[in-house]
């Protein structure tokens, strides 16, 4: 009994000992390679990323390996990170959610190597996701759209019903607002990341509902394309897209991403890493997201508007999502006077007042 | 509504004929017994070739005519497996299916997300500027498509080269003992497939988007293999089925645009479901023709040719 409980009694203390915590170490020379599910020019996530890991190389004086059309898959994912662990590779950089499971796996298998991946959901002792605030930026074009919007009506494509899509939308949407409370917000989810011959056919679908301005939330510029075509206000996404519409472009919503990968790089290689633990999250004071250089169109009276907004948000003075928010379809999600917290950013599943449109039920 | 319904109408060729080019031509080479996986190849490279055609200048038409071709050069490739060296059908598909994507992805690079004029619209014409946007917002592929539909259609089953074609499918030793070379024939037909799906891909990034991307086919290419499958092997019942797959899924967004609640994800799956219970439906009448060719999928060998 007695050895019961002093077995007990250990394990206990065992559990109680603070994690060898502190930052992560690299053990040899820093080596560090890309992982990409797709072409890194495919104009707009995978270029963003590979325009940071061209910075950090550049910052850092190192060659930075990349691999290239590595499928979501656990198997062939793993296969691409053991490849480069076993030839010394001790920093690796995931870029896609659908990465999540297997690299998180994998750096508990290789506990020496670090570990980033973009919007991904796991992180660890050497693990790190990594996303943005992409929101707030998202309410500033919004505010853009409002101010060159004369049908009262604007519109928006997005890919798939999911938190950090959710949350472009009704940012978007709530920006618009801002400006025009009675504001039109029409979205159309295309059921895919990528696919720009349907993206061009859906932006004329929603032109056709006299909407004057279209945001994409994807990768392709086809909605811009379409959008210069009939003559209405565009907003591209992740890389400025301003050559896809250059008379109708008002702005992009773009990351910069080298703004967190440089410093984070920098900290591993120096020895004072330490991933945030449920990970790291930023907005425009960070740089990570911001607006693209305006469009031709876009007078400065909107751009000072803008501005005065943006330094709110940085100030923390306002929030997207502050109270009093109301779901299109139900009650009062936010009171007023408090903010939506970031857990319920990530699990956003509905519309905020003044969309059309239709989510697909969520899994 | 009837504007809802016009607009509809309007965006409908869009959706339609793509699919409907790239399936003719699988129908061509699988009446011939060839088994065809390859429209996902064959519409990339084309697309990608009529992109890159356009970008240097050549103009939209030379753009469309070099998709084709690009696409008859890839099917050079599947057709010299298949039918000369008789690999098996199944992989040589898939394997052309990789090597048409990889091309593109090694050609295109430097070329991805460059706008361009494609085929001008009937409304932007010297002569078409009057008509009714319905039409107006129309190009030329669209009379160019149905001609070459009732083309494949009247060669099939109205003359003797296409009675050939069909012999072959259904029992090339007897087309062989006829005096049919079933090689020349298989030939011909994963060649002209190869246009077909050549030119679909090339309407794709000429025609509708106007700028070429790696992975723009997205897709289509499995939809028209399911596609020919729903339509019994049939050039004119492919048009039938192009119009629903591609209606419905021009359909959606207008919907969702109108904030009216529609399960897309069911939608979504309406192609791949349709083509279930058709084969569900055709496989268990016992002895009932399924429309399939006799021959489909395998490889000839006459006794003598060792």
Known sequence: MIKLRSAFATGLLAASLPVAAGAFELKSEPKIAFIYASTVQDGGWNEAIDKGRAAVSEELGLDIAVAENIPEEATRLRAAIDLYVQRGYNIIVGTTYGYSEAMYEAAQAYPDVAFFNASGVHNGENMESFYARTYEAWYLAGIAAAEASDSGKIGMLAGFPVGVVNWDVNGFARGAQSVEPGIDTTVVYTNSWWDPVKEGQVSEAILDQNADVIATDLSAASALNAAEERGAGAIGYQIDMSAAAPENILTSVVFNWDAYLTPRIKAVIDGSWEPEEWGWFEGLESGVVDLAPFGPSVSEETKTKIADAKAQIIAGELQPFAGPLKARDGGEVVAAGEVLPDDALWTMDFFVDGITGTMPAGE | ?306
């Open chain 2, 1 to 306: 509504m009837t504007d809802f319904f016009l607009a509809w109408l309007t965006v409908l060729p869009g959706y339609v004929l793509p699919l409907l080019l790239a399936s003719l031509g699988v129908v061509l080479s699988e009446r011939a017994g060839v088994l065809n996986l390859c429209p996902e190849g064959f519409m990339a490279v084309g697309a990608m070739t009529g992109a890159l055609i356009c970008l240097a200048g050549q103009g939209p038409w030379l753009g469309v005519l070099g998709g084709t071709a690009a696409g008859l050069g890839l099917s050079a490739v599947f057709g010299l497996a298949v039918v000369v060296f008789r690999v098996e059908q199944t992989l040589a598909g898939l394997a052309t299916v990789a090597l048409g994507l990889g091309i593109t992805g090694v050609l295109g690079r430097s070329h991805v997300q460059k706008p361009f004029d494609g085929v001008p619209r009937l409304s932007e014409t010297s002569w078409g500027a009057e008509l009714p946007r319905v039409l107006g917002q129309q190009t030329l592929m669209l009379p160019l498509a149905l001609l070459l539909l009732l083309l494949v259609a009247w060669f099939l089953t109205r003359s003797a080269a296409g009675l050939r074609l069909r012999a072959v499918g259904e029992d090339p030793g007897a087309a062989d003992v006829a005096g049919v070379d079933v090689q020349i024939v298989q030939l011909g037909a994963v060649l002209t497939s190869g246009a077909f799906g050549g030119l679909a891909g090339a309407y794709l990034s000429v025609a509708s988007a106007h700028v070429w991307v790696e992975g723009m086919v997205a897709g289509r290419g499995w939809v028209v293999i399911a596609l020919v499958i729903f339509a019994r092997w049939r050039p004119l019942r492919c048009l039938a089925a192009a119009l629903l797959f591609g209606g419905t899924e021009a359909l959606m967004p207008r919907l969702q645009a109108l904030g009216v609640d529609f399960p897309v994800y069911l939608g979504a799956m309406l192609p791949y479901v349709l083509t279930l219970a058709v084969l569900a439906l055709t496989s268990t009448r016992r002895g009932a023709r399924s429309g399939a060719p006799a021959a489909l999928g395998l490889s000839y060998l006459r006794q003598d040719k060792h």
